[in-house]
């Protein structure tokens, strides 16, 4: 029994490393390419923030004071939010801070997909059909580095229709949850989607702070997107239609995450059940696209959605089936433990190497005491364990959206300040 649950092991980890080796390609690139930059644009086009807020008054007057401070033209910039389902003063305190706010309550269809398709719909009412030139897409937890607009306008005029920007965080320093998250949206930015620029193939978008033409919104009559993860559903589709998604590296703005281990948790599950719908949904397709022009891309969505989830549960599966018949013929045990063991160290320094890695590249851009960025590193690897429980768990409940109550009271003049 020992010697079969020690090939399973070898055998998927072979398996997995198979599947994502091409990342690790991607961080040696990250190393020694710099990020693509952007010549200044020679016109300044007009934009639109759109922001669907839940409960989210504590928070939401910063984001737009952001706004408000961009190097950027003011007169072409306006700001619109979704105030969805809301039962505090979201509305009053965005309309107060100078937001233009439609309100919204439909108990059935929740979630950030019904909010956004709802917000396009009225402002498209308001301003007509090209008014503007293409629209941001933002959380009201958000902050914006103060050039975020400029940088992202050199990027759309260089003829990019989809745009995703440099995700850092607010509350790194908070605690282990926090910090995993942000190294988690580091490797994201520096490791993945720099490369995927680099290489010139498509980037993905992950939830907030990106860019869409108003072209790509006309072709899609809005935002159709309702899945449990509508940001990677429409990542996905735009790959599958050949779009591709650009990365600006210059284009900063800060994300607070989830402090407390039943908001991290809710999240996670919507995370991965959504990736269960867009597999099931799109995974076929995907397939497909590999062997086409779009290869690389599909390829990189797939192993996105797809590997992780599976070869996490096959090794659950086996080494539980073969823990217990262990127990239960009271033989090879010990045999047994070693090498659930050796499974738990080598894949700890494998995480340890990644969150380290992006902790050293990304070092003066995390802001927080030097101290907690190292302890940072030897924490990610427990922090990306946590989702184990949770695929497990996604596979047997039905997951609904659920909102995350944000707290951080940061200023992008916060952000700024704070030094070792």
């Known amino acids: 029994m020992t010697e079969a649950i020690q090939c399973i ?125 293409a629209f941001f897409i933002f959380d009201a937890d958000n902050l914006l580095d103060k050039d975020y607009v400029a940088r992202m306008n050199d990027a759309f005029s260089a003829g990019h229709r989809v745009i995703a920007a440099y995700r850092n965080t607010k509350n790194f320093g908070t605690n282990w949850l926090s910090c995993g998250y942000g190294l988690w949206f580091l490797h994201d930015s520096r490791h993945l989607n720099n490369v995927r620029m680099i290489l010139g193939s498509s980037c993905s978008v992950a939830g907030t702070g990106f860019l869409i033409s108003n072209q790509v919104i006309k072709e899609n009559n809005g935002w159709p997107y309702h899945l449990l993860i509508e940001d990677i559903q429409f990542s996905t589709e735009s790959i599958l239609k050949g ?33 269960m719908q867009i597999l099931r949904q799109y995974g076929k397709d995907l397939i497909k696209g590999i062997f086409s022009k779009k290869g690389l891309a599909c390829y990189d969505m797939l192993m996105t959605i797809m590997p992780a989830i599976v070869v996490t549960v096959l090794s659950i599966v086996a080494n539980v089936v073969s823990f217990v018949l262990c127990l239960i013929s009271q033989s090879g045990l010990l045999a047994m433990l070693l090498s659930l063991g050796l499974t738990f160290v080598g894949s700890y320094l494998l995480l340890l190497t990644v969150g380290a890695l992006a902790c050293a590249t990304e070092w003066e851009h995390i802001r927080c005491a030097d101290k907690k960025k190292v302890i940072a590193c030897f924490l990610f690897p427990l922090f990306v364990y946590t989702f184990i429980p949770v695929v497990v768990c996604a596979l047997f409940r039905k997951v609904e959206w659920k909102p995350i109550r944000h707290k951080d009271s940061s200023t992008i003049e916060d952000m700024e300040k704070i030094k070792n």
Request: charged share 25%.
């Open 9 to 133: 092991n070898f055998s998927l980890a072979v398996i997995f490393v198979i599947c994502y080796f091409y990342q690790v390609v991607y961080i040696l690139i990250s190393l020694f390419k710099k990020p693509v930059r952007f010549a200044p644009a020679e016109q300044n086009k007009r934009y639109a923030f759109m922001i669907s807020a839940r409960n989210e008054d504590n928070v939401i007057r910063n984001l737009i004071d952001s706004i408000k401070a961009q190097t950027y033209p003011s007169e072409l910039l306006d700001i619109y939010i979704c105030a969805d389902n809301c039962t505090d003063n979201t509305a009053a305190v965005a309309q107060q801070a100078g937001a233009v706010v439609y309100s919204r309550t439909d108990p059935e269809n929740i979630g950030k997909g019904w909010a956004l398709d709802f917000l396009f719909k009225k402002v498209r009412q308001l301003k007509g059909d090209d008014y503007y030139d």
């Open 243 to 275: 779009e591709k998604i650009a990365y600006c590296d210059d284009a900063k703005f800060y994300d607070e995450q989830p402090e407390e281990f039943k908001d991290s948790w809710n999240q996670r599950m919507r995370w991965t059940k959504g990736y």
